[in-house]
């Protein structure tokens, strides 16, 4: 009988009388922990979600790193608007912004933990340190040890008992609640299916780390009493171990028994399939095309590429704007003047060399770049030749309406000189 089920009282027959055992059972819902019980999912629960325990997933470990390395490798300059057009900035500014934002961290590692903070836990913070020279460096705060609140409609960060005014901090959320103070990060809203993934780890370790052995049940005429029963369970459980141990095929089990796999077998229940599901989920929450997860399964020549257009065009190029305008706000001000703090997109190609070249050579034959202005992206020393300073283009190239006359080999009416000629040979 299930243990979940009770037979309907019956009343309608005498004391004694003995029926055929009625199918007619009154069930309880299916939501009650017995039922649960049953099938052994009572008690069971998913493993706790943290950052560092969602980083022992490879998915979002390779996200994570990805990402911050990816924001953190971007060139990342400050410029000044002039007549002449943009110009790069020089001095302490420059310094903090691309080179070393204080005195233990240089650029990329202090951007690493900035995005980190973003892609872990949902939020980068780092204090502006001011001189009355100007700004003299940037210093990481931890955000699990921020508080922030509002006092008199001004938003303020107290950080190790310490208040600062939020135009003294530089703050990128990956999404605000609904409070414009609090955060979502991605680690939580997606800690299902991290929880998910976690499980599928602890029980892919735990059975290959008994040899690949599911469960057992012993089926068979059982020993009398409980001391007999586990004695012949431990008997099983030794002559299986020892099996697994000395790489045997056979185990010796009693006569008349036999054993049976208790609980799904991980092919048929599609546990591969579930793990590379796991990994698009994961992708899906950090907005990542899974490509960059080493996930190929569905990739192509043309669909990758594809892949990593829309990886600049609708994640590091909104992250990268993001992070520009917080800088810009909070070191220069709502009214910021000329100077503003840009990435340069064009980092990512340092990879593709054919492509980058073939860029800088389309720059130059179109007057966009110098000779040297293109050499000083290699890092490659400046030509002494003055050409080399020079806006150049095709010669072929000219204003609509200007195209030099065709030069067909007929001579023109009224030339004098074809006119001598012309009496010459008469003569």
Same mark, same amino acid.
């Not at 208040?163 to 999404?175: E, F, L, N, R």
């Not at 068979?220 to 299986?240: F, H, M, N, S, W």
């Not at 909070?330 to 990435?343: I, S």
């Given at each position: ?18 029926r ?7 069930t ?7 039922f649960l019980?049953f ?9 706790h ?7 022992t997933?490879?998915?979002?470990m ?5 990402l911050?390395r990816t ?13 002449k057009g943009?110009e790069?900035v020089k001095?302490?500014l420059?310094?903090v912004?691309?080179?070393a934002p204080?005195d233990?961290?240089d650029?990329?590692k ?7 903070q973003?892609?872990?836990g ?13 700004i003299d460096?940037?210093w990481?705060?931890?955000?699990a ?6 006092v008199?409609?001004?938003v303020?960060?107290v950080?190790?008992?310490?208040k600062y ?7 990128v ?6 409070d414009?103070l609090k955060?979502y990060g ?6 299902k299916?991290i929880?998910l993934a976690l499980?599928m780890?602890?029980?892919?370790s735990n059975?290959?780390?008994g ?9 068979g #005429?059982?020993?009398?009493?409980? *001391?007999?029963l586990k ?5 099983i !459980?030794?002559a299986?171990?020892? &099996? +697994?141990k000395e ?12 054993l049976k #796999?208790?609980?799904?077998?991980? *092919?048929k ?5 579930a793990?590379? !599901?796991q990994?698009e989920e994961? &992708? +899906?929450?950090?907005q990542?095309p899974?490509?960059?997860l080493?996930?190929?399964s569905?990739?192509?020549f043309?669909?990758?590429?594809q ?5 600049v065009?609708?994640?590091i190029g ?6 520009e305008?917080?800088?810009n706000?909070?070191?220069f ?5 000329t ?13 593709d ?5 073939d860029?800088i ?9 110098t000779p ?6 290699e890092n490659r ?6 050409d ?6 095709q010669g072929?190239t000219v ?6 006359e065709?030069?067909?080999g ?8 074809n006119?001598?000629?012309?009496e010459?040979?008469a003569?």
């Amino acid at each position: 009988m299930w243990p979940f089920a009770r037979p309907k009282a019956d009343s309608g027959h005498a004391a004694g009388e003995k029926r055929a055992e009625t199918t007619d059972y009154q069930t309880i819902p299916v939501s009650d922990e017995n039922f649960l019980a049953f099938f052994g999912v009572n008690g069971v629960k998913l493993p706790h979600v943290t950052i560092d325990t969602a980083l022992t997933v490879p998915a979002v470990m390779a996200a994570v790193a990805f990402l911050s390395r990816t924001m953190a490798a971007l060139p990342l300059h400050v410029y000044r608007d002039s007549d002449k057009g943009a110009e790069r900035v020089k001095g302490k500014l420059a310094t903090v912004i691309h080179d070393a934002p204080n005195d233990g961290m240089d650029s990329f590692k202090f951007r690493q933990w900035f995005w980190q903070q973003v892609f872990t836990g949902g939020r980068g913070l780092a204090w502006i340190e001011r001189t009355p020279q100007g700004i003299d460096a940037l210093w990481p705060m931890d955000p699990a040890k921020t508080s922030i609140q509002r006092v008199g409609g001004r938003v303020e960060y107290v950080y190790d008992g310490k208040k600062y005014p939020a135009a003294d901090v530089i703050d990128v959320p990956y999404m605000l609640k609904a409070d414009g103070l609090k955060h979502y990060g991605p680690i939580v809203m997606a800690s299902k299916a991290i929880q998910l993934a976690l499980a599928m780890n602890d029980y892919g370790s735990n059975f290959f780390a008994g040899g690949g052995v599911p469960p057992l049940a012993l089926v068979g #005429p059982l020993p009398q009493g409980d *001391a007999a029963l586990k004695r012949a369970t431990a008997e099983i !459980y030794r002559a299986v171990d020892a &099996a +697994r141990k000395e790489d045997k095929p056979i185990v010796p089990i009693p006569a008349g028994h036999e054993l049976k #796999p208790v609980g799904f077998d991980p *092919a048929k229940g599609q546990m591969v399939e579930a793990r590379r !599901y796991q990994v698009e989920e994961i &992708a +899906r929450a950090f907005q990542l095309p899974p490509v960059f997860l080493q996930d190929l399964s569905r990739a192509t020549f043309s669909n990758a590429e594809q892949q990593d257009l829309h990886l600049v065009k609708h994640l590091i190029g909104q992250w990268a704007k993001a992070l520009e305008g917080e800088m810009n706000l909070k070191l220069f001000g709502r009214g910021r003047g000329t100077r503003y703090v840009e990435h340069n997109l064009d980092g990512l190609m340092r990879g593709d060399f054919k492509s980058r070249i073939d860029g800088i050579a389309r720059a130059i034959q179109t007057a966009q770049m110098t000779p040297n202005e293109a050499r000083a992206l290699e890092n490659r020393p400046r030509h002494d030749n003055p050409d080399a300073d020079e806006l150049l283009v095709q010669g072929a190239t000219v204003a609509l309406g200007k195209q030099p006359e065709p030069n067909t080999g007929v001579p023109e009416a009224g030339n004098d000189n074809n006119d001598e000629n012309d009496e010459a040979k008469a003569a």
